[in-house]
C-alpha cells in the first residue's frame, strides 16, 4: 500500500490509510494470533477487595468511607486530594472492613488500601446521574468534570489522571486528538479486542475528548495487523469525517507516543 503523511489543514476519510512510519525500530514476532480471537470476558468477582488509595500519580486519595459503611459498586470510597489525583470507587458491592496499609502491586510500597467484604445478595451499582449522548450538549468543563468524576486515569506507568490531559492551556490549541490502538507490545490483544467488540463505545469517548479539547479532527491509529479492529471502527465511524482510522506498519515501539505522533503528523516532539 502506499505511504502517505497525514498532514496539513485537513484530509478526507479513507477506508485504509498507511502512514509512514518513524525511523528505527524492532521487528519482534508479535504472537498476536494466540488470543486475537478470544472475547473479552468478564472477571469474577472476589469474596475481598482491597482498593488502594493510590492508583495514579499525583496526591493519594483521602478515605471517603469508613470501616462498617454499606458500600455499592461504582462507589466513590477515595476522595481526591489535589489538582494531579483522581478519586478511586468501590469495585464490588459489601461492607468495609478495614482501612489499612496494602502493598502496592506496582512499587511494593505500604499504601493506603480500603477492603471490601462482598455481599453477593445485595450486589448492586450505585446511584449515578444520567448521561446524555449527545455530545454537542455538554461543555468541555462539564465532561473534565465528569472524567475527574469516575476516576479515569491513563493506564500506562504513570496513570496520569486524565482530567488533567483534557485540561491544556488555553495557549496552546491542540488541533489532532490521536486514539492509540497501536498496542505494539507482543502478545498483547487488549486494546484490539476493544476496538472490535465496542467499536461504538470507544469512538463515543473519543469524540468526547474531542469536544472536551475544541479539537477539529481524530486519528484512531492502529498497527496493520489488526484488520478486524479497522474494520469495526470503520464501520462505527459513518459519515464521521473528523475522524480517520490509520493503518501502521508492524514495528516495535510504534505505539511510543513521539513515534506515533512522528509517523502520523511528520512532528517531532
Request: aromatic share 4%; hydrophobic share 40%; charged share 25%.
Amino acid at each position: 500500500m502506499m505511504s502517505r503523511r497525514v498532514s496539513g489543514a485537513g484530509f478526507e476519510q479513507q477506508d485504509e490509510l498507511m502512514a509512514e512510519s518513524f525511523k528505527g525500530g524492532v521487528h519482534p514476532c508479535d504472537r498476536k494470533d494466540v488470543t486475537a480471537s478470544l472475547p473479552i470476558v468478564d472477571a469474577p468477582p472476589p469474596a475481598r477487595a482491597a482498593i488502594l488509595l493510590s492508583q495514579h500519580l499525583g496526591a493519594p486519595c483521602r478515605p471517603a468511607v469508613a470501616v462498617g459503611d454499606r458500600v455499592r459498586t461504582g462507589q466513590r470510597i477515595g476522595a481526591p486530594h489535589g489538582f494531579i489525583s483522581a478519586p478511586v470507587h468501590a469495585s464490588i458491592t459489601g461492607v468495609v472492613v478495614a482501612i489499612e496499609d496494602r502493598p502496592s502491586p506496582v512499587t511494593g510500597a505500604r499504601t493506603p488500601a480500603v477492603v471490601i467484604e462482598r455481599d453477593a445478595a445485595e450486589d448492586a451499582w450505585a446511584e449515578g446521574a444520567d448521561v446524555e449522548q449527545d455530545v454537542s450538549a455538554l461543555t468541555p468543563e462539564i465532561i473534565r468534570e465528569r472524567v475527574l468524576d469516575a476516576g479515569i486515569v491513563g493506564l500506562g506507568g504513570a496513570t496520569f489522571p486524565t482530567h488533567v490531559k483534557l485540561s491544556p492551556p488555553p495557549e496552546k490549541p491542540i488541533d489532532t486528538a490521536i486514539l492509540n490502538g497501536a498496542e505494539c507490545e507482543p502478545w498483547l490483544n487488549c486494546d484490539n479486542r476493544l476496538m472490535i467488540e465496542e467499536a461504538a463505545g470507544v469512538l463515543d469517548g473519543f469524540r468526547y475528548m474531542m469536544r472536551a479539547l475544541n479539537c477539529p479532527r481524530g486519528i484512531v491509529a492502529m498497527e496493520s495487523n489488526k484488520p478486524e479492529a479497522a474494520r469495526a471502527m470503520r464501520e462505527a465511524l459513518g459519515g464521521d469525517d473528523r475522524i480517520t482510522v490509520a493503518l501502521l506498519p508492524v514495528k516495535y515501539p510504534q505505539g511510543a507516543e513521539h513515534q506515533l505522533i512522528k509517523a502520523l503528523l511528520g512532528r517531532e516532539v
